[in-house]
């Protein structure tokens, strides 16, 4: 006579630590994503050839040739930027300012499960991440497309002071988009593509009127999409731990 051995029991935390999501962060509904080297150093690696091919002079060559004819009047005086002005200066106030930033926090307070401490620990990370863009800023010094004749411009660290008036490099619009981006996309998984859409879009408001070079951006968003998820991921475990921990207590 045989007996069977019951299978062990799996519990819904084994579940979630066996699947991969966006995020690194250990959230109620997003389970936590195992690293990926390789993917992080090919990211490494294209950001790197950007930036040196941007600082070797496609940057300017992009402003000049891109930038500078977006913003070039025609015959009938039609600047294209101008004519489509409202429409970046919206993407922008809800992709990168305060107004999307507290909209969104709005949205993850009243559509997900502990939204007020999932709030706070995005909005946490969100003005984290973007703090330290402006204060590379300060401290990189580069001057912005519209503020010099070569690409290869630097003021001294911190010659306005913490204000990063003026400085370029990263765009701290970028970042600030695509660390908002991030963490929307762990609260609403379903919706990543459009909030990637926004951050896009953004970039784009920075880069088409000349008030960034694209090496700029292209840093900002990097910086965003490594520094946010451990950020996340450490406001979230302060702030929102998972149900076991809170069991334990």
């Excluded at 909005?123 to 004749?149: C, D, E, H, M, Y």
């Excluded at 998820?229 to 475990?237: G, V």
């Amino acid at each position: 006579m045989t007996t069977d051995t019951p299978e062990p029991a799996t519990t819904v935390n084994d579940e979630r630590d066996q699947s991969a999501t966006l995020c690194d962060a250990p959230l109620p509904t997003q389970p936590i994503s195992p690293s990926k080297p390789r993917g992080r150093a090919l990211a490494i690696a294209v950001c790197a050839l950007i930036v040196g091919a941007g600082f070797a002079g496609l940057d300017r060559v992009f402003y000049e040739n891109v930038s500078m004819r977006f913003n070039t009047g025609s015959v009938l005086n039609a600047d294209p930027y101008q004519l489509t002005k409202p429409f970046w200066h919206v993407v922008r106030k809800l992709g990168a300012h305060a107004y999307g930033i507290i909209a969104a926090l709005c949205a993850m307070v009243a559509f997900t499960d502990r939204g007020l401490r999932r709030a706070a620990a995005s909005g946490i990370t969100v003005i984290a991440v973007a703090i330290f863009a402006n204060f590379a800023q300060a401290l990189i010094g580069r001057a912005r497309p519209n503020q010099a004749n070569s690409h290869l411009t630097f003021n001294a660290p911190f010659s306005g002071g913490l204000s990063a008036e003026g400085m370029g490099f990263p765009s701290g619009e970028a970042t600030t988009a695509v660390a908002l981006a991030v963490t929307l996309s762990c609260a609403f998984p379903k919706l990543r593509w459009a909030f990637a859409g926004v951050a896009f879009l953004v970039i784009l408001a920075r880069v088409l009127p000349g008030m960034h070079y694209v090496s700029d951006v292209v840093v900002g968003a990097a910086l965003a999409l490594f520094l946010t998820p451990p950020l996340l991921a450490l406001a979230t475990r302060l702030i929102l731990p998972t149900s076991s921990n809170t069991a334990s207590k």
